[in-house]
């Protein structure tokens, strides 16, 4: 992958070893960021990866030996604040099958399924997106293929609502305000 610096100078390529499907960036204190990769490999595990980025370092990409495993590929991943613990490191939530949320030292610390669907099991979930502003990172939004649009409370672990589009959906927004937007396959958003 490749990347810009702050004065828009390129940083890299850095080599990764593998194909990566989804990413996300968290600026950090400084002129530091954490990137997480998420894998594309058929026929292998899939994992999410943490990297360091240092802006003014010699080696400004480094990998930092945590690869969080998925048995599918990740389809989205996104930082989250860590409400619980203040002036901590973030959190990661991560899709797939299921969601995943992890500390940036590789503890998974909650599995979260969508079960409002019509197999009743897990379910390919394929985006998921965090309410943005302050105070507001216990709530995140996710979708999946059978059409079904959820409303989560990180903090407590719980789905607070579930919507079924009747359509297969491919990715989702949530606004600060908290307005939810969703988009399908039948080319309506």
């Given at each position: 992958f490749q990347m810009s610096g702050g004065q828009g100078q390129p940083l890299g390529p850095h080599a990764l070893g593998y194909v990566a499907h989804?990413?996300?960036?968290?600026?950090?204190?400084?002129?530091?960021?954490?990137?997480?990769?998420?894998?594309?490999?058929?026929?292998?595990?899939?994992?999410?990866?943490?990297?360091?980025?240092?802006?003014?370092?010699?080696?400004?990409v480094e990998a930092m030996?945590?690869?969080?495993?998925?048995?599918?590929?990740?389809?989205?991943?996104?930082?989250?604040a860590d409400r619980s613990n203040p002036g901590t490191p973030d959190l990661l939530a991560s899709s797939g099958d299921y969601i995943r949320i992890w500390s940036t030292t590789g503890?998974?610390?909650?599995?979260?399924?969508?079960?409002?669907?019509?197999?009743?099991?897990?379910?390919?979930?394929?985006?998921?997106?965090a309410?943005?502003?302050?105070?507001?990172?216990?709530?995140?939004?996710?979708?999946?293929?059978?059409?079904v649009c959820a409303l989560w409370d990180i903090e407590h672990g719980v789905q607070k609502q579930a919507l079924d589009l009747g359509q297969p959906l491919c990715d989702v927004a949530f606004s600060p305000e908290g307005i939810v937007a969703a988009v399908g396959d039948q080319q309506e958003c």
């Open positions: 989804c990413m996300a960036l968290q600026r950090t204190t400084g002129p530091k960021a954490l990137l997480a990769c998420g894998s594309f490999q058929p026929e292998a595990p899939n994992f999410v990866e943490l990297l360091s980025i240092d802006f003014e370092a010699a080696q400004p030996g945590q690869r969080l495993p998925h048995y599918f590929p990740p389809t989205k991943v996104r930082w989250l503890e998974l610390r909650q599995l979260l399924r969508h079960e409002n669907n019509p197999q009743r099991f897990c379910t390919p979930i394929t985006s998921l997106d309410r943005g502003g302050a105070g507001s990172s216990a709530d995140m939004v996710t979708c999946d293929v059978y059409g």
